[in-house]
Structure formats: C-alpha cells, structure tokens
C-alpha cells in the first residue's frame, strides 16, 4: 500500500552536485521516517542518511558527511538527498526507503519495510 518512487539521477563528473527525490505514495508521510541507502558494484548495501517525522534530526553516514545532506517536505510527501563533490567512489544504486519508527533515526535495512526501485549515480572521474 505504500510506493516509493526515486528520481534525479544520472552521470555527473567528479566534484559535480546532485540532488536526489523520493515520493512516497500511500499512507500518513508524517509518521514516517525516511532514508537513503547505496549499493556499489561488488559491495553490500549501505546506510547513507536518515531523517524523522518532522525534519528536526538527521543523521549521515561518517563517510559523506559534509558532502551530502538529508531534508523533507511533507506537505509534498517528498524526501531528497543532496550530494555534493561527488567522487568516483560514490557511484552506486541510490534507493530511498520508508520507515515506520517516525520518532527514531534508523539506520539499519530491517527497520524500512517499504523500498523504492532505485536510481543509478555514476561519477566520472
């Protein structure tokens, strides 16, 4: 009952910025909280970012942090990464992900029930 539906991907070259959305479809968008995960060639999947119910906490990753930021607008049931200085290193399926613990900050793929499609990110060096 819930969809999830990534865009704003595509090639970019290193040091470029993008900026990923997700919108959810189905559901209360304000008791979720929302995250972004990756997956490289060859590499498990990875946590990136998360956000709560309401936008006022955040978590990132130790490895974007600085580069890459995490923001909502629930009016428009909306989520969006922005990735800064992109690095070959980034390239990865960007996927976003629903959470029904809208008053944590989870981290880990077993606490997002509903997963979107995927986007590819590809960084040129």
């Known amino acids: 009952q819930v969809s999830v539906v990534e865009s704003g991907g595509g090639l970019v070259q290193a040091g470029d910025s993008l900026r990923l959305s997700c919108l959810v479809f189905?559901?209360?968008?304000?008791?979720?909280?929302l995250g972004w995960f990756r997956q490289a060639p060859g590499k498990e999947r990875e946590f990136v970012a998360t956000?709560?119910?309401?936008?006022?906490?955040?978590v990132v990753e130790d490895s974007v942090k600085g580069r890459f930021a995490i923001s909502r607008d629930n009016p428009k049931h909306t989520v969006y990464l922005e990735m800064n200085n992109l690095k070959p290193e980034d390239t990865a399926v960007y996927t976003c992900?629903?959470?029904?613990?809208?008053?944590?900050?989870?981290?880990?793929?077993?606490?997002?029930?509903?997963w979107g499609q995927g986007v590819q990110v590809t960084v040129s060096s």
């Open positions: 992900a629903v959470s029904l613990r809208f008053w944590e900050l989870p981290r880990t793929e077993n606490e997002y029930p509903y």
């Open positions: 189905g559901g209360t968008f304000s008791s979720y909280a």
């Open positions: 956000i709560n119910w309401n936008g006022g906490g955040t």
